[in-house]
């Protein structure tokens, strides 16, 4: 979320709340975006809500905020993930004319000067509220960091960041922590976890912050990944390191090992279509693609490693649905269709005219197939020399796997090429997919059951992709 700092001296304003929506962790893809629905938010950012200063909204009473106030929000409100706050949303703010108040169940004065905080309750009749205090990404000059628990539903917050101490050669050195961005267990509510993003160091507890315990860690925790059944279990990301490290704990953060590098997108199985301890990752492979694996013993054995689709720019994860995106040019799609086609040029238009989407098997190359063509399809390997080396539009083809089975290749019926899918619903034992193609025109597509055949459902709709091309505007 695009924060602003108010100008001049730091003074205590009032806070108010904003959802925020996180997507499923790692490094967001170019090519395949799912829409961020509140069943499918991870369970760990479930329960969060960002507070910032403002000097839009005022008291009640029509006053200016004269002290540092936490107004929160009806507990029964829709959760959303609890982000860092570099994450921008893309939407017109109001003025404060426009700007209705909230309606404010309790209060509670903290005194404090920090002009953002992310607040959580542990949910599950619990009365514990956790709030982190600290400095948005913008704000200049050194930053701090202050942590409250409240036992009581927020009625009364108690300071308690004395329990969160750096250890070792931190402290001889002067360091001061700066906790960054705090994680709930889905699995246990007692349990969270503070991360100090500059140290390299991290925080448990086991008992809603009555006590705490810090670690310092080989990494650099750009991220974790909490484990919704198995509390002990955390993966951590280290996306500032230039090997991109996958790292895992299966003590709650107090030791790691390193179980995959070059990751770009990563994910924690979903039971019962995964083993518990299954987790999937998109890895970046030395030739400049991308291989979608999955290990169910953190890629210790080659038995229990499974290479799911290779040479793919991007992945993504839906409960009993999985997703992929392989980019093949026009060229190559039409040399493919002249060999189906037993090398008649003419056939292979005409099918190219009703299915231009389909791709060679992923475990094949350009060149094989090229190969191939030049043995049995001389009129193809013509087409071949006529074509190869020309600007012809690529087209992206999507993958879907169902229940867990194979990857397939999904089939649109459009000659257009394609540029990006936007996953908007895959529930229902249906797909729902806003495909983009050249220019910026959108089709609506519904699938079957398997999410494999696709037919035409709405021309020319506008949708808005929080990760996308167009992300700086409600139209596409």
Not at 75 to 86: F, V, Y
Not at 299 to 327: G, P
Not at 394 to 399: A, H, K, P, T
Request: hydrophobic fraction near 35%.
């Amino acid at each position: 979320m695009a924060m602003r700092r108010a100008g001049g001296m730091r003074s205590p304003l009032l806070f108010y709340v904003w959802l925020l929506l996180i997507a499923a962790s790692g490094i967001n893809s170019s090519t395949l975006h799912l829409h961020p629905e509140l069943r499918h938010v991870p369970p760990q950012n479930r329960g969060f809500f960002t507070i910032q200063t403002s000097k839009d909204l005022r008291d009640a009473d029509g006053g200016g905020a004269a002290a540092p106030a936490l107004p929160l929000a009806a507990r029964g409100a829709p959760q959303g993930g609890s982000g860092s706050g570099e994450h921008p949303e893309h939407r017109s703010r109001r003025s404060a004319a426009e700007a209705a108040m909230p309606k404010v169940y309790s209060q509670a004065d903290l005194n404090d000067s920090h002009n953002q905080m992310v607040v959580h309750w542990a949910g599950e009749k619990s009365n514990v509220i956790v709030a982190l205090a600290r400095d948005s990404a913008s704000a200049t000059g050194p930053k701090t960091s202050s942590v409250y628990v409240s036992y009581d539903y927020g009625t009364n917050f108690a300071l308690v960041s004395d329990k969160f101490q750096l250890s070792g050669d931190k402290v001889k050195d002067g360091i001061k922590q700066v906790i960054s961005q705090f994680y709930h267990s889905p699995a246990d509510n007692r349990r969270y976890l503070f991360v100090d993003s500059t140290s390299n160091y991290l925080w448990n507890t086991l008992d809603f912050c009555r006590s705490v315990h810090g670690f310092s860690l080989p990494f650099k925790p750009t991220d974790l990944l909490l484990h919704s059944k198995r509390a002990n279990l955390v993966l951590g990301y280290d996306g500032s390191h230039p090997n991109k490290q996958l790292w895992k704990s299966d003590d709650f953060g107090e030791t790691w090992v390193l179980i995959q590098e070059h990751v770009k997108t990563y994910f924690w199985g979903v039971e019962p279509y995964d083993r518990p301890t299954t987790v999937l990752v998109q890895r970046h492979e030395p030739q400049g693609v991308s291989t979608i694996l999955s290990s169910t013993d953190f890629f210790q054995s080659e038995q229990n490693r499974k290479v799911i689709l290779e040479k793919v720019d991007s992945f993504q994860l839906r409960d009993k649905y999985m997703f992929a995106t392989t980019t093949r040019s026009a060229v190559f799609v039409l040399v493919y269709l002249s060999c189906l086609c037993g090398g008649s040029l003419g056939q292979a238009a005409q099918q190219m005219v009703k299915m231009v989407r389909i791709s060679p098997p992923p475990r094949h190359t350009q060149t094989d197939f090229l190969s191939f063509l030049h043995r049995t399809s001389p009129a193809a390997m013509l087409l071949r020399r006529k074509l190869l080396g020309s600007h012809a539009a690529s087209s992206v083809q999507l993958w879907v796997s169902y229940n867990r089975q194979p990857m397939k290749a999904a089939q649109f019926m459009t000659r257009h090429p394609i540029t990006e899918y936007y996953i908007a619903d895959a529930s229902e034992e249906q797909v729902f997919v806003c495909v983009n193609h050249l220019n910026n025109v959108t089709h609506l597509y519904i699938s079957d059951a398997q999410g494999l055949s696709f037919s035409l459902s709405l021309e020319n709709v506008l949708y808005y992709s929080p990760e996308g091309s167009g992300s700086n505007t409600l139209i596409r």
